[in-house]
């Protein structure tokens, strides 16, 4: 069993940075993948950005490349999600999760049905 905890939503301007965490419980989280995604209000789940499980693989959607950066710390379980540049269209409830799968070294699944654990989700809210 996997328990993801997000933390460090909250409101910013446009323009403006944020940074997202999620901390994971259990002792196999180096070895998957993990991955970011939103929903907004009235919209349906997008996927934002993927991390491997070694951590030297990542992808974006196009739509924050150049602005969002994932990061893992597998020493501490926990994997970052920092947001510049933030537009007011990125409000939405932010997840992440873990891979089922556990993949190659530079696995980074897109999909949300590669994933099988998910967190409640953290609110980012973008001010214009």
């Known amino acids: 069993q996997v328990q993801l905890v997000e933390s460090g939503g909250g409101l910013v301007q446009a323009g403006g940075s944020l940074s997202v965490s999620c901390a994971a419980a259990?002792?196999?989280?180096?070895?998957?993948?993990m991955g970011w995604f939103r929903q907004a209000p009235g919209k349906e789940r997008e996927f934002v950005a993927a991390i491997s499980r070694s951590g030297g693989s990542t992808v974006y959607a196009d739509s924050v490349k150049g602005r969002f950066t994932i990061s893992r710390d597998s020493a501490k379980n926990t994997v970052h999600l920092q947001m510049n540049s933030l537009k007011p269209e990125e409000t939405a409830v932010y997840y992440c999760a873990k891979a089922a799968l556990s993949g190659t070294s530079t696995y980074t699944p897109r999909r949300g049905t590669e994933y099988n654990y998910w967190g409640q989700g953290t609110q980012v809210t973008v001010s214009s």
């Open positions: 259990g002792r196999t989280f180096s070895a998957y993948a």
